[in-house]
């Protein structure tokens, strides 16, 4: 199977809208961690509530769950892909359209992440997502 970084990409939002939307005893990991390398190291800002470095699948699964209990939407939105062929990195600059699971709040940002996959593995390697709002999305889950 020949693999692009945008074919990944693509793979692990449409698992990423399902887990996230499933009620806690209803999630599956299984569709996510089928797109996450072993060695993944994703890294979310310090100002986050899910702030850290998650690595490899159980890392990305403890990231997720913290996420799904925030929100019950979380939807990478209309993402332009910028890719170079033959290139293991992508940036995406898309919205982020989330809704906070305990007060029905829905919040609409800018989004970018950087992004790079193992080719061969189908597999992201790393990721780092940047908030146009960080103090927006922190506000809405700790109020």
Known sequence: MS?????????FYAAERI?????????????IAATIAP???????????????????A????????????FSVVDVQNPEIFEREGSNRIVVLS???LKVRETGEELEY?????VR????LGQITEMRPFYWDVEGVRRAVLA
């Open 3 to 11: 693999h692009t970084p945008r074919s990944i990409l693509e793979t």
């Open 19 to 31: 887990y996230m939307s499933a009620a806690p005893n209803e999630r599956d990991f299984s569709a």
């Open 39 to 57: 060695t993944c190291r994703l890294e979310q800002t310090a100002a986050l509530p899910y702030a850290g470095t998650y690595l490899g699948p």
């Open 59 to 70: 890392g990305m699964q403890a990231w997720g769950e913290q996420m799904a209990n925030y």
């Open 95 to 97: 919205t982020l359209h």
């Open 110 to 114: 800018p989004f970018c992440q950087a």
């Open 117 to 120: 996959v193992d080719l061969q």
